[in-house]
């Protein structure tokens, strides 16, 4: 029988693969003290990192299910994986303490694709709904009650969905006629005025519900603030490992990693110039790490992830402008 690899889940209760746990164990080894596993999830990274040599973890997630999936397994770390609901943008109150690693794994997880009822998977039939916390609008709230400028735009921004003018004014059209409630029909609708997909394309409405979920979420603003938080929390010597699955995410991760490296400049000629002073962080990864042929085998959805790892310097935290990360802004009213 093969060897798992460490914080993989196995057997029927397995919803989840930690993607690229390899190569960020590799990046931030040696592995000891305390460390954050800020997107908890179904505790791969937490348990990762505990196999690998972290005394102790803290696991914070905003929904209330990882806690839930986390009470058959979780008693048999002896205390040495600490879950806490929240979210990561608080990372540094949160754990209320000095730490010495922070991981973030962001975006959805299987374990919530994979639920039907949680809204957030255009394959399979349920509510429209797509929160994490569990509390708050839901996408079906945004899809019935924007104005249509204002659906489009957050469509444009937060999916990069060049169409979003003629899917907002779909949307507007059909929920005229019966309000838009589950998954399918959203998805029948976007799909109803974009070309059909070509074999290897991903669904047409991959994203619009990517925009949906990053704006009932606001999970820019949660990176921004989450990335300043590990900066506060971090030691000397701390290592940040974040894992993104879309290049906006990226950008700005990336974005965040040369600012604070003493590397940035400008990004672009419309970008603020970055002041010089003493680098925050310094990077361990020179350009972002993605899954090998291996890990694509055992896990298609890896395919579109990357990694980009820092290690914290002893100047002090400082507080960063988040339009400074190219972050998109959303300036209409989501409600």
């Not at 209760?13 to 993607?19: E, N």
């Not at 008693?75 to 990561?88: A, K, S, V």
């Not at 940040?240 to 290049?247: D, G």
């Not at 906006?248 to 419309?270: H, P, T």
Request: hydrophobic share 40%; proline share 7%; aromatic share 6%.
């Amino acid at each position: 029988m093969a060897a798992r690899a460490p914080g993989q889940t196995s057997g029927p209760d397995a919803p989840h693969v930690p993607v690229l746990l390899r190569p960020l164990l590799k990046a931030v080894a040696p592995v000891s003290g305390v460390w954050l596993d800020g997107t908890f999830g179904a505790g791969g990274y937490a348990r990762g990192l505990v196999e690998a040599g972290a005394d102790r973890v803290i696991g914070v997630d905003q929904d209330p299910l990882a806690a839930e999936m986390a009470e058959g397994w979780i008693g048999g770390y002896e205390g040495r994986i600490d879950l806490r609901q929240g979210n990561f943008a608080d990372l540094d109150e949160i754990a209320g303490e000095p730490l010495d690693g922070v991981v973030l794994d962001l975006g959805v997880s299987s374990m919530q694709l994979d639920l039907a009822e949680r809204g957030f998977s255009f394959m399979k039939e349920g509510p429209l709904d797509m929160r994490m916390s569990q509390s708050g609008p839901t996408a079906a709230d945004l899809v019935n009650g924007m104005e249509e400028g204002d659906l489009a735009d957050v469509i444009f921004l937060y999916g990069e969905e060049r169409a979003s003018r003629r899917i907002a004014r779909t949307i507007v059209r059909e929920r005229a006629a019966d309000p838009i409630t589950t998954t399918l029909r959203l998805a029948g609708i976007v799909e109803s005025c974009l070309p059909r997909a070509k074999p290897g394309q991903s669904h047409p409405a991959t994203r619009t519900f990517q925009a949906l979920r990053i704006a009932v979420n606001d999970e820019y603003g949660a990176l921004a603030e989450g990335l300043m938080a590990a900066e506060r929390a971090l030691k000397p010597g701390g290592m940040l490992a974040v894992v993104t699955f879309h290049s906006v995410e990226d950008r700005m991760v990336k974005r965040f990693i040369q600012m604070r490296s003493g590397g940035a400049g400008r990004s672009n000629r419309y970008a603020p110039e970055a002041p010089e002073d003493a680098p925050r962080f310094a990077a361990v990864t020179r350009k972002a790490v993605g899954p090998d042929d291996e890990e694509l085998a055992a896990n298609p959805r890896a395919r579109s992830a990357r990694l980009r790892v820092a290690r914290r310097t002893e100047a002090p935290a400082e507080k960063i402008d988040r339009k400074a990360l190219g972050m998109p802004e959303f300036q209409g009213r989501l409600q």
